[in-house]
C-alpha cells in the first residue's frame, strides 16, 4: 500500500444468542437477518501527519486550567515542562534533563524566554502553527508559564506525549492503531421494486 495508512478489516465471529438448553435452529440469511459486525483496523505512519499549509494553535495562550496537571507542574517548575518540549522539538537530540538544565541556565541570566521561545519557533515551524519568531520571544518574555501549557497541550493534540520522552513516542507511533467497530442497521423486509 503506498499511502501512510493501511486499512484492513476483520469481521468478528457470529454471537450465538442460543443457550445449551434450546435446540439448535438453522439460521438463513433472509430479510430480517442480522448482517456481521465488521471490525477495522487502521495503522497510522506518523512521517506524513505533518499538515500541508499554516494552521491555528488548537488551544489559547491562556487555557491553563483546561490541563491542570502542566499548569501546577509549570507553576511550580517551569524548567520541567520546558525540559519535556525541549526532548520533542528537538527530536531526541536534547534530553529531558539537558533541557531542564538549559532552562535553569538561561534562568541565573534571567533570559530564560530566549532559550523557551526558541524552542516555539522551531515547534511552530516543525508544524506549521501560525505566528512568527518576534511573537514567540515575546510570549515568552511576559508569559513564559502559559506558553509553554500552550505548547505541551498542543504537542499533546499532535499526537506526541511530552512527558513520555522522544524514543518512547516514536516507538507508540509505531504500533498505533485506530480500531472501530461498523455495526449496519437492521434491514426488515426485503428490497421492493
Known amino acids: 500500500m503506498n499511502q501512510s495508512n493501511s486499512l484492513s478489516h476483520h469481521q468478528s465471529p457470529p454471537h450465538d444468542d442460543t443457550s445449551e438448553s434450546d435446540p439448535p435452529s438453522e439460521s438463513k440469511p433472509g430479510p430480517t437477518s442480522n448482517p ?11 512521517a506524513n501527519n505533518k499538515p500541508t499549509h499554516e494552521t491555528s494553535w ?11 496537571n502542566t499548569c ?8 520541567i515542562t520546558s525540559g519535556r518540549i525541549a526532548e520533542i522539538v528537538d527530536e531526541g537530540k536534547t534530553s529531558c534533563v539537558e533541557g531542564v538544565i538549559m532552562y535553569a541556565l538561561f534562568s541565573l541570566f534571567c533570559i530564560n524566554c530566549i532559550y523557551t521561545g526558541n524552542n516555539r519557533s522551531k515547534m511552530r515551524k516543525q508544524h506549521m502553527l501560525k505566528g512568527n519568531d518576534c511573537h514567540d520571544c515575546l510570549v515568552h518574555t511576559y508569559c513564559t508559564a502559559c506558553a509553554l501549557c500552550q505548547e505541551y497541550r498542543e504537542l499533546y493534540r499532535l499526537g506526541l506525549d511530552p512527558g513520555i520522552g522522544w524514543h518512547e513516542n516514536l516507538e507508540r507511533q509505531k504500533h498505533a492503531v485506530a480500531v472501530f467497530k461498523i ?4 434491514v426488515e423486509g426485503g428490497m421492493m421494486r
Not at 456481521?36 to 506518523?46: E, K, R, T
Not at 488548537?58 to 491542570?68: A, E, P
Not at 501546577?72 to 524548567?79: E, K, L, Q
Not at 455495526?183 to 437492521?186: A, D, L
Open 72 to 79: 501546577v507542574v509549570t507553576a511550580c517548575c517551569p524548567c
Open 58 to 68: 488548537s488551544t489559547s495562550m491562556y487555557g491553563c486550567f483546561s490541563d491542570m
Open 183 to 186: 455495526t449496519p442497521p437492521r
Open 36 to 46: 456481521p459486525n465488521i471490525i477495522y483496523v487502521q495503522h497510522f505512519a506518523s
